[in-house]
Every structure is written in C-alpha cells, then in structure tokens.
C-alpha cells in the first residue's frame, strides 16, 4: 500500500468548512468561522415512472425529496402522482422527509409515476476548520453519536479495517488531524473506477468491504471504506445522498444520478463535510481517453483539467454549491416501515412489489423503473 501524508498546515486549514446539522439545526455549534462562497439557484424536476409489472397485487414507493439544511433554502416545491396514484409526505428515522404512494390491484402495464418540482438556492460549504479547537469526544457524546460510529449493512469495522485505522491514525487523538490522515490514506489507496471503467467495478450496494477489496469503487464504496475506517477511530460519520447539478447537464433532459459524500464529527466545530471520491479524481495523473472522458466529466462540479493537489485540499471541509441533498444516513427506517425491513440508503427511490424489494433493475440489468432528476441554472 502507498504511504498516508499529512500536510504540514493542517492546524490552519484554509480549504475546509462544517456541514450543519441535518433539518432545521442552528449553526451555533459549529465552531468554525465560514467565509463567504459561492451560491447558485436552479430549478429542479424529479420524476418516478414505474410500469406495473405482471401478477403484481401490491405496488408501495417511497421516493426521495429534497432536504433542507443551513446551505439550503428551497422553495416552490410541488409533487403530484398520475393514474390517481395517491402521494403524501412521510419522514424516516433518521428525519429524512420523502413521498410515499401505495397502488393496489393497478393492471399490469399502468404506469405509475410521480412528478416533483422545485426551487434550490444552495450556499458554497466554504470555513475554516481550526484543528486546535478540535477535542476528543467525551463520554456523553459517544453515547450519543453511537449509530453514527457503529456498523451499517455495508460499513464493516472488520479486523482489517481497525488494523489499518490504528497504523494510519497512530497514537493522534485530535479528530480533524486524524480525518486528514485517513483521508490521504483512502486517497493513496484506491482509486475511483471512472479513471479506467473497463477494469475497475462498483459495487451495487456501496460497500466497505468491497471497497478495501478491490480498491476501487464508486462515491459510495469510497465513503463507506472512508466511514468504517473513522468509525473504527472513534469519529462519529454519516453519508449524505445527493446530486450534483454538473454543469454539462445544465438545461439537459438526461438523468443526473446521484452523488454521496461523507460529514465527521469533531468536538468543538461541528459536523465537517468532505468529498473523498471527488478530491480522487484530481489526485494523481491518468490520461483522459474514449473510455473515461465524458464520466470524470460527469463526476465532478468543475472541469477537470488534471492533477490538481489545491481541489484534494479544498475537498477535505468543503462542498461546491451546486448540489442538492436527498436523504442523510444508512440503514433506514422508513415510514411506513418497509415488509423487508431497513432500507440501505435512499439516493433515488425505494419499491416493494408484494412485500418484495423491486429495484431500480433485475439481477439480468432489465430496467424495472425510472428516476429523472434534471435541472436549469437559474442565473
């Protein structure tokens, strides 16, 4: 394995910020100074379409909606189902907000769907995250951050894992130090599969183990190698599921998929947003070609024009502005509570077919429904 750095600056970053508090949380807490940043305002459509599969009795859907935070401000916001499907809001455990729609003994073919519409201004994650106002957890709030510093389905604290965690992370007890430290040290050690698409392979779940394995994978491997390693480090962290609205896409009727991103917890400031699989893709020198061009272009918010060690540090606290939030957290559970129990995260939507999960395609990659996020810059 590639040996971790730690930049000699970090007491003084200048190239961080601090996540807030998912839903209405006051910035209070932070315990960092923002500076100013950059914002953008875009309109936003999401659309579901599901076509009734044969023998089906039961269709339940749960799709994601967008979330306020203290970067966020949304407005305008309208949902609507078709073929009298009937829509409503519910929140998970984990205070996500989404809809919910139920259709029995629809025909096979009807085509379910349901539409959303609405307005972002989002903030530039953009502050200073001061290590030396950083401290160790205390007891209490161990206690309390004990979900986000235990194991998910698919974030395993394995022997391996701590074994890696205790010779990167050493005898340090500062949080932000040690975040840094095993941020560098993901950042040597795998590589994001969009660089060579035809060698490297995500995983269909966003999976640590699969991560540490391969050493490669998506957004969501990264983070979750990412969180089991600072988990296993005593740092309480959470996976944010979003998009980027990327700026090829602007005004395009193409699907935008999602993105993810991790937050830590670090006493004294607050919750810290990074983007370890973004800061991946201008860490390093590889050559654009046929294969990986149009998705390192479709992976990040700025245009990629190499190796660029400035976008690695600036990712490590903060975030772009143009991103919007779906849901935050792992293994979910939602309301009303889902016949195969928690749900793993929820980037795009959610289907059980009687009682049955029913994903977004078959094992044979058959597609059994849609989403469509797309977006216009409102300037």
């Not at 983007?275 to 654009?288: H, K, Q, S």
Request: glycine letters at 8%; proline letters at 4%; a negative charge.
């Amino acid at each position: 394995m590639k040996s971790f750095r730690l930049p000699s600056l970090l007491l003084a970053l200048a190239a961080a910020g601090c996540a807030a508090e998912h839903g209405a949380a006051a910035d209070a807490a932070m315990g960092s100074v923002a500076k100013p940043g950059k914002s953008a305002r875009f309109d936003v459509k999401h659309d579901f379409k599901l076509a009734v599969p044969d023998g089906a009795k039961s269709v339940r859907i749960w799709f994601s909606l967008p979330q306020d935070d203290s970067w966020t401000k949304l407005s305008d916001l309208a949902f609507s189902g078709a073929n009298g499907l009937a829509v409503r809001e519910v929140t998970d455990d984990h205070g996500n907000r989404m809809l919910y729609a139920e259709s029995t003994g629809a025909a096979a073919g009807t085509e379910l769907a349901i539409t959303e519409s609405f307005r972002v201004d989002r903030e530039e994650i953009l502050g200073q995250v001061d290590a030396t106002k950083a401290r160790p957890l205390t007891p209490a709030e161990a206690a309390k951050f004990a979900r986000e510093l235990g194991e998910n389905v698919h974030i395993k604290i394995t022997p391996e894992v701590r074994a890696i965690a205790a010779s990167v992370v050493g005898d340090e007890k500062n949080p932000v130090i040690a975040a840094r430290k095993l941020y560098d040290w993901t950042l040597d050690n795998i590589e994001y599969w969009v660089k060579t698409p035809a060698t490297r392979k995500a995983s269909s779940t966003g999976s640590s183990e699969h991560c540490l394995t391969t050493k490669t994978g998506n957004c969501t491997d990264f983070h979750s190698l990412w969180a089991a390693l600072a988990r296993a480090s005593g740092i309480p962290t959470r996976i944010v599921y979003g998009s980027i609205m990327k700026p090829a896409l602007d005004g395009q009727d193409k699907d935008g998929s999602y993105h993810c991103w991790p937050e830590f917890y670090a006493s004294g400031l607050g919750w810290i947003s990074h983007d370890v699989a973004v800061a991946d893709i201008f860490r390093g020198t590889y050559e654009l070609n046929a294969e990986n061009e149009e998705k390192v272009r479709l992976t990040i918010a700025t245009p990629y024009t190499g190796p660029d060690e400035k976008m690695v540090d600036y990712y490590f606290g903060s975030i772009d502005e143009r991103r919007v939030v779906w849901s935050v957290g792992r293994d979910l559970t939602l309301d009303p509570a889902a016949a195969a129990g928690k749900v793993n995260a929820m980037a795009k939507a959610y289907v059980e077919i009687d009682g049955k999960p029913y994903g977004e395609k078959s094992a044979d990659g058959k597609q059994q429904w849609t989403r469509k996020f797309t977006f216009k810059e409102v300037k």
